[in-house]
């Protein structure tokens, strides 16, 4: 067993060629990150490396295989995860380690754990889309799989080899679902029959994939309760944006950004549908509301859990979005945004894909991070308008085919084809 070298504080006198640009924090960690060629991995990894701790990435590149399998692909002409990490390099003076492999692979990860010895693990490295788990039986089987065996892996190799770790791992704001109550931070104080207890918050996700973090979170509050482990679960709301401070120094820097129907998030398919003159596909009505956050935020949120980890014991649930929003309220901010760069952005109700409550309560805290420090990068007409001119760059890129859904939640329509002329022309949110 290691004996896990916790928060040591190095004054670190190593000069970059990059002065001004890589921070040294107080304490320099070992941290590994699961998951690290992905949209919120790779720019994650960059933002701890800059801060000097010791970072080791893992990826089995499945979201690049994924979109091998469907002809689609990243807006972003994003290089080999080896040469962002030589660029990285010549960018900034500073090393990552890369392992590649699957963690649904116990032995390897159990070597990854032995040679990097981690005092912080980042856990993205799962099966992230809700509609390529509905899709068949396969890919829902291949979500579960991947996202929940890989957990269990890591959990075990955890407690027997760095006990002292803080597992800090994505989950999803949608675990809850859209319950007709105010969504708590994990947990609820509850009365029952004269007696009181505080307990995990009652769960009801709307996707196969989104249960799979169900299953993850009940696992690593399992390890927590009976191994003493340290987690914090980041239920985290539907990530937008591109750019972070290290991406935007160089191109080739740039991390991954998906509009297609399984990898593309509402918001940043949004963008990309204004920018080529796509009717932006509301799903129904329009009303649905989620928590969303800059990718920024991201980097920050998975900095300050980090950098303020859980008791031993402990199994600590963060609500990490920073603002709620409707998908008609976002259309019709796309399209006033895009008009004022030049683009006629139109907004159209297509038959919704996903059964869903399209008009429901949502009221969800979010103090927690804010308590440790978030600084929140709010969205607003100008971030928007940024985002559209990133993509103008890689316009030529967008594989149209790939943006109306096919994939239905409704049994016997899993495949169904949702073709132009069988989208509803209503217009939403005008
Ligand atoms: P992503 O697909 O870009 O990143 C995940 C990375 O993990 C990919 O590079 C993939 O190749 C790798 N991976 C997947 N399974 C693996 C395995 N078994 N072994 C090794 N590597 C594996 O997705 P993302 O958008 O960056 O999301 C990262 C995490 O954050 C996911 O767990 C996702 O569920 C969660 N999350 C994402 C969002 C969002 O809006 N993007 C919102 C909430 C939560
Ligand atoms: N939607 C549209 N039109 C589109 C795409 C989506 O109306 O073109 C709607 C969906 O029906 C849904 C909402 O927008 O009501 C959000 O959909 P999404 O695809 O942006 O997000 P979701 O499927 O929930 O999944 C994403 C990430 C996932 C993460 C989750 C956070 O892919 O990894 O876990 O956001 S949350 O939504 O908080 O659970």
New binding site residues.
Partial sequence: MASGRRFVRVRSTEASPWRGFVRYPRAIMRILI????????WPTAMRFSAAGHEVSV???????RWHTQHSTDSLTPIGSLADRIEAWKEVSGREIRTFV????DGKFLDRVIAETLPETVV??????SAPYSMKSRATAVETQY?NVI?TLNLLFALRDQVPDCHLVK????GEYGTPNIDIEEGFIELEHKGRKDTLPFPKMPGSL?HLS?VHDSHNIHFACRIWGLRATDLN????YGVETEESAADERLIT?FDYDEY?G?VLNRFCVQAVIGHPLTVYGEGGQTRGFLNIRDTLQCVELAANNPADLGEFRVFNQFTEQFSVAELAELVKRSGAEVGHEVTVHSYPNPRIEAEHHYYNAANTKLIDLGLKPHYLGEELVRSMLRIIERYKGRVIERAILPRTRWKPGELEGSLAPEDSGSERVAE
């Fill in positions: 699961l998951g690290g060629d992905g949209y919120l991995g893992v990826d089995n590149f499945s979201r690049r492999g699957s963690i649904e856990h993205y490295g799962e099966q992230p991947t890989g994505l989950g999803t704001m994939y973090k985290q709301g539907v990530v991954r990898f998030t």
